[in-house]
């Protein structure tokens, strides 16, 4: 038996004996089922996740290392580049969960990377250790420590010829570990599962499994996002920026949330998890190498609604990155070399200008576009020509002719008003007299237009002292 150590976290992932010999002679590589024809006898498949399995083949060419899979009902994805330093962790920390929780979940991990020069010798390399220590995992190798057994899998999208396309990223990886575990929910049969997206590098608590499984029990939403807290670890200055960040997205959150925007939510990816139904109902996971998990939980809000998942908190990493322009890698590296000084958010008037135009909408569902548009002129000059650049002067009539009701007419205009196109009018109102201010100014009007829940701050040390910035997060979170 082979033994490892990580840094004092560890985790042990076996299976039963008989279980281990069968899946050792098959070299733990299983295809997944796809066919209606290879279902197990009596698991019935609605005719739109059949369909979807059908359609999306390429995504289950990659084979599945796995050990038993029986009775599993819920899938946590986690996709990996280059992380041998960080997953062992994240995985020791799931292994905390309760036998229960373990019993019904498998942890798939996503090893991935694209073909040289895409991705760099480096990260091949340490993909390739990942792979090996997975590889001993799910064939019986033992991780010493206080946790449970982990019911693990992984699919190799690394080595030569099975590398992620030229233009595929994280979305790529999140879609082929979700499509897997799409069909192996459905070749168990699996009723009221759950998909669950995590990140390589995060942490979750031991009630994790357990707080998003009684989330979904009483709710009807399709989707949720857990709540989070990134972990303030590094220098002074890597601790300063992803405050700072952290502090943004709340507050956008937050100002969302006052104009009454269905699209209130954080949309970071190691908090995600949506019903097997609205995985498929929203056409999967896309393939984007950046912002992927903004666009997955807009289609999710649009189907079945997003909500808010309490009683656990996922602790994203804070490391500085180079893989994708924006996020939060991307942020934490800018603020790293710029100063935290320089970060400027999104002005806090744009929230009002956002929240009337939705009332203007709300109120005058009866009313031509025209009269729409020329009460957002009054609100704001020069709001009509941007809404008519963005079509709503021929979207609003035919959503007036397809709606039988008020409250589906009131549906299908927030199906159009998007996520996205509310970030295009949040950036049109910036570049159009709003401009972008610095965080204790955007903090302290927020506490006045909507009561941001952060009264007991010195905004005078705000700017210069890090432990007033941290306090200031800790209320808001």
Same mark, same amino acid.
């Given at each position: 038996m082979l033994r490892n150590s990580l840094g004092g976290e560890s985790f042990r992932c076996h299976l039963p004996r008989r279980k281990l010999t069968q899946c050792r002679e098959r070299k733990n590589t299983r295809r997944t089922r796809l066919h209606p024809a290879t279902m197990p006898s009596g698991v019935t498949v609605d005719r739109t996740t059949r369909k979807y399995l059908s359609r999306n083949r390429a995504s289950l060419q990659r084979p599945l290392h796995a050990g038993d899979l029986a009775a599993i009902d819920q899938v946590v994805v986690i996709p990996a580049f280059a992380e041998q330093d960080f997953l062992f962790h994240t995985l020791a920390s799931l292994s905390l969960s309760s036998p229960a929780d373990l019993e019904r979940t498998l942890v798939l991990c996503v090893v991935n990377n694209r073909q040289p020069p895409h991705a760099g010798p480096g990260g091949i390399e340490n993909n390739a250790r990942t792979l090996v220590k997975l590889a001993g995992l799910v064939g019986g190798n033992e991780l010493t420590n206080d946790g449970g057994t982990l019911r693990l899998a992984y699919i190799d999208a690394s080595s030569p010829g099975r590398e992620l396309g030229p233009r595929m990223g994280v979305g790529a990886a999140r879609r082929i570990g979700l499509d897997h575990a799409l069909a192996v929910l459905v070749e168990n049969g699996a009723v009221d599962a759950l998909l669950l997206s995590l990140d390589a590098d995060c942490r979750v608590e031991s009630g994790y499994l357990t707080a998003v499984r009684r989330h979904f029990e009483w709710s009807q939403a399709h989707a949720g996002v857990v709540a989070y807290a990134h972990r303030l670890e590094g220098s002074s200055r890597e601790i300063a920026a992803i405050v700072s960040y952290e502090l943004f997205l709340r507050y956008h959150a937050s100002g969302l949330a006052w104009t009454h925007s269905p699209y209130a939510y954080p949309a970071i990816g190691s908090t995600m998890v949506c019903r097997k139904e609205a995985y498929v109902a929203v056409g999967g996971m896309n393939r984007r190498q950046a912002a992927e998990d903004f666009y997955f939980l807009q289609q999710l809000q649009k189907t079945g609604g997003v909500e808010v998942i309490t009683g656990t908190t996922v602790r994203p990493s804070a490391r500085s990155s180079h893989r994708v322009?924006?996020?939060?890698? +991307?942020?934490?590296?800018?603020?790293?070399?710029?100063?935290?000084?320089?970060? +400027?958010?999104?002005?806090?008037?744009?929230?009002?200008?956002?929240?009337?135009?939705?009332?203007?909408?709300?109120?005058?569902?009866?009313? +031509?576009?025209?009269?729409?548009?020329?009460?957002?002129?009054?609100?704001?000059?020069?709001?009509?020509?941007?809404?008519?650049?963005?079509?709503?002067?021929?979207?609003?009539?035919?959503?007036?002719?397809?709606?039988?009701?008020?409250?589906?007419?009131?549906?299908?205009?927030?199906?159009?008003?998007?996520?996205?196109?509310? %970030?295009? %009018?949040?950036?049109? =109102?910036?570049?159009?007299?709003?401009?972008?201010?610095?965080?204790?100014?955007? =903090?302290?009007?927020?506490?006045?237009?909507?009561?941001l829940p952060c009264p007991d701050v010195d905004w005078q040390l705000f700017d210069g002292d890090l432990e007033t910035r941290i306090d200031v997060l800790k209320q808001l979170r």
């Open positions: 322009p924006f996020g939060t890698g +991307a942020t934490v590296r800018r603020l790293l070399v710029e100063g935290v000084s320089t970060y +400027a958010v999104y002005n806090p008037e744009v929230y009002p200008v956002l929240r009337e135009w939705l009332i203007i909408v709300g109120e005058g569902l009866n009313l +031509a576009a025209g009269e729409l548009l020329s009460r957002a002129d009054e609100l704001f000059p020069g709001l009509r020509r941007h809404l008519d650049q963005r079509g709503f002067s021929g979207v609003w009539p035919r959503l007036q002719q397809h709606s039988k009701t008020e409250e589906q007419l009131r549906s299908q205009f927030h199906r159009w008003f998007d996520g996205l196109e509310t %970030l295009k %009018l949040i950036h049109w =109102l910036r570049d159009n007299g709003l401009p972008r201010q610095g965080l204790s100014n955007v =903090l302290r009007r927020a506490v006045e237009l909507w009561g």
